[in-house]
């Protein structure tokens, strides 16, 4: 193969790169100045024809180094094939979605050319109909592919473009046999062009098999991270991770987030960890279908989660300006993803920042990143519960402020206001013991400040003992019983009830056994029991409307279990975003709702 990695970098402009006259007017319309460094290296050969390897970061604009010379070519030939021309093999349908909307926008004075894509995951008809009017451009997911050819429905015989566009993630994504019988059942005489961040020995391989005498063209400086983005690490056992990440959320100054995993089902694990400390958290992954990708991504955008827990190829690509913050709670293994990920954010040149968990063994990928980068990546200290407390106690105050400000001439803080000024009037009592009562009840038995003793220290392996010298585990150590899930009822120690009321309720209004009922923790103002996972639709509506001392139960499930009840009870009860401040107000009416004074 013949590699071009050390051109001189020359001032090419799109108009020295001889482009159809009617590609130049798209991109003219599109307020493109020049191609990037990909594009002037690779478009000039492609327009010769030649097979082309094109290795370049995420973000460089590698989907117009190819759409663009075949785009070309198409405007300047005559238009009447029935099959396809141009196939373009993405690793997703958002990939693949993109690609097509780019060689539309591209193709907007060249109507000759109609482009198709085609993804897993959506019905055949407007794709077979799209294929039998004729399309010239198919974009398209392996998987997909694969069907239409065996449906006979996609006819390669005509094609005289082929590009395998992000190819290191088609392959990582397990299309290795899917992309070979693809570029095997395609003619002999065609161009082909393949497009990727990275070249694993897998694509050296595809490259050797199946392009003709290709040039290698490869574009450094991509492989560090930008200079906006200030990089530090944290040095935590595993057990600790979990409370790391949470005393890093509560003492940042942080706007959307991304937290990397290394798994799928690690997603799901940290996402439902989280929600339980009260973050608005939702998992992305490979798993989780398209549509509601999507629709999560959408969420974190406009503010209704700021948390988003995913693996690298969920988060491919994925551009959201509010992303303040990237955490790898799992580090990454090579320097191509952590650059990736870290990415996400300082976006639109903003500032980002990116904080790396790492335990005492992991620090070898630390010094490999920091090497193959050369950037250093600056330590940082586990915030301590005094911080964690000021943070709260801030974000305590700046939730009054904001209630205040966005209520001031408002008639529902002046119901209140009277209220409360007929109570001091009542009770002969200062106007700072409401408050504080008040207070109290907002934090509905959840105390504002962690009253956890500092983590133990560590122990030569890096791992920190508990009081027992036992290795802790980042679970909570009263487990639920097998079968059983912790439930929410509205009547606590106010309501003067005790364990034995609330079981002869349960047990004869869901019409349950004694024995099926676990471990009831009577809290100030609402309780836990433990019952089967499994209740009847029947039971739990008699649940919701059984009432002990005096007041109806209001069953639920209880999401924040694992904190509160957890003997760790790290944050003393568990920790409410309300107290986060900022932007928080829906969340402060949902506690509000949430607090069993009401009934
Ligand atoms: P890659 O495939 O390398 O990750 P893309 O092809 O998706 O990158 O391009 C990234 C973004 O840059 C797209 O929004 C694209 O429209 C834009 N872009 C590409 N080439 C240029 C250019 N020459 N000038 C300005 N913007 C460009
Ligand atoms: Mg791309």
Redesign the pocket.
């Known amino acids: 193969m013949t590699e071009q990695s050390s051109l001189p970098e020359t001032e090419t402009t799109?108009a020295s790169l001889n482009l159809a006259d009617p590609i130049t007017k798209a991109?003219e319309g599109?307020?493109?100045?020049?191609?990037?460094p990909?594009?002037a290296r690779t478009i000039p050969l492609l327009l010769e024809g030649r097979d082309v390897v094109g290795l370049?970061?995420?973000?460089?604009?590698?989907?117009?180094?190819f759409a663009l010379p075949v785009l070309s070519n198409l405007a300047d030939a005559n238009q009447n094939h029935k099959s396809p021309q141009v196939l373009v093999l993405a690793p997703t349908r958002e990939l693949a979605l993109?690609v097509a909307e780019?060689f539309n926008s591209y193709a907007e004075h060249v109507p000759s050319v109609s482009v198709l894509p085609v993804y897993g995951g959506s019905s055949y008809g407007p794709q077979l109909a799209g294929l039998r009017r004729g399309a010239t451009i198919v974009v398209g997911t392996p998987g997909r592919v694969i069907d239409h050819l065996e449906r006979g429905s996609l006819d390669l015989s005509d094609l005289k473009y082929l590009v395998l566009?992000?190819a290191d993630e088609m392959l990582r994504m397990g299309f290795a046999e899917d992309v070979d019988r693809i570029l095997s059942s395609a003619p002999k005489e065609k161009q082909t062009a393949l497009?990727s961040?990275t070249m694993p020995r897998a694509i050296q391989r595809i490259t050797g098999d199946y392009l003709n005498d290709p040039v290698q063209v490869q574009v450094e400086g991509q492989s560090k991270p930008a200079q906006n983005i200030r990089q530090r690490y944290l040095q935590v056992a595993q057990p600790w991770k979990l409370e790391a990440m949470t005393r890093l959320l509560e003492t940042e100054d942080t706007d959307g987030i991304i937290a990397f995993v290394r798994t799928r089902n690690m997603t799901e694990e940290l996402t439902t960890k989280l929600v339980a400390r009260g973050f608005a958290a939702a998992a992305i992954s490979g798993d989780i279908p398209q549509n509601i990708r999507e629709k999560t991504v959408e969420d974190l955008r406009a503010g209704r989660i700021d948390i988003l827990v995913a693996t690298d190829v969920a988060a491919r690509?994925l551009d959201v300006e509010r992303i303040s913050h990237v955490v790898n709670y799992d580090i990454p293994h090579d320097t191509s993803s952590y650059v990736h990920r870290i990415g996400r954010t300082g976006r639109a040149g903003r500032q980002g920042d990116a904080i790396l968990l790492m335990t005492p063994r992991e620090r070898y990928l630390l010094r490999s990143i920091e090497k193959a980068t050369k950037q250093s990546v600056e330590e940082m200290q586990l915030p301590s519960l005094d911080e964690v407390n000021a943070s709260r106690r801030a974000a305590f105050a700046e939730n009054i402020t904001q209630t205040i400000a966005a209520h001031d001439d408002n008639e529902e803080l002046s119901t209140y206001r009277d209220l409360v000024t007929d109570y001091i009037a009542e009770h002969d009592i200062a106007a700072v013991d409401v408050a504080a009562a008040l207070a109290l009840m907002v934090q509905d038995g959840r105390p504002l400040e962690a009253s956890e003793p500092d983590l133990p220290p560590m122990n030569q392996r890096g791992q920190r003992k508990d009081q027992h010298g036992g290795e802790r585990s980042s679970r909570p150590k009263r487990a639920t019983k097998e079968g059983h899930a912790t439930y929410w009822v509205a009547v606590g120690h106010k309501d003067r009830v005790g364990p034995g009321n609330i079981v002869g309720a349960i047990a004869n209004e869901a019409n349950l056994d004694i024995s099926e009922i676990g471990e009831i923790t009577i809290r100030p103002t609402f309780s836990l029991v433990e019952l089967p996972e499994q209740l009847s639709h029947k039971q739990q509506e008699a649940l919701k409307n059984a009432v002990v001392g005096g007041r109806k139960l209001n069953l639920r499930l209880d999401k924040g279990a694992p904190k509160s009840f957890g003997s760790r009870g790290t944050h003393g009860g568990g920790y409410d975003p309300a107290q986060r401040g900022q932007k928080k107000k829906q969340r402060w009416s949902k506690a509000k709702k949430r607090t069993s004074y009401e009934g």
Do not use: H, R, V
């Not at 599109?30 to 990037?36: D, F, I, N, Q, V």
């Not at 370049?56 to 180094?65: I, P, V």
């Open positions: 799109f991109l599109l307020g493109y100045e020049k191609p990037s990909i594009q370049a970061q995420t973000g460089t604009g590698k989907t117009a180094a993109q780019a566009d992000e497009f961040a690509g």
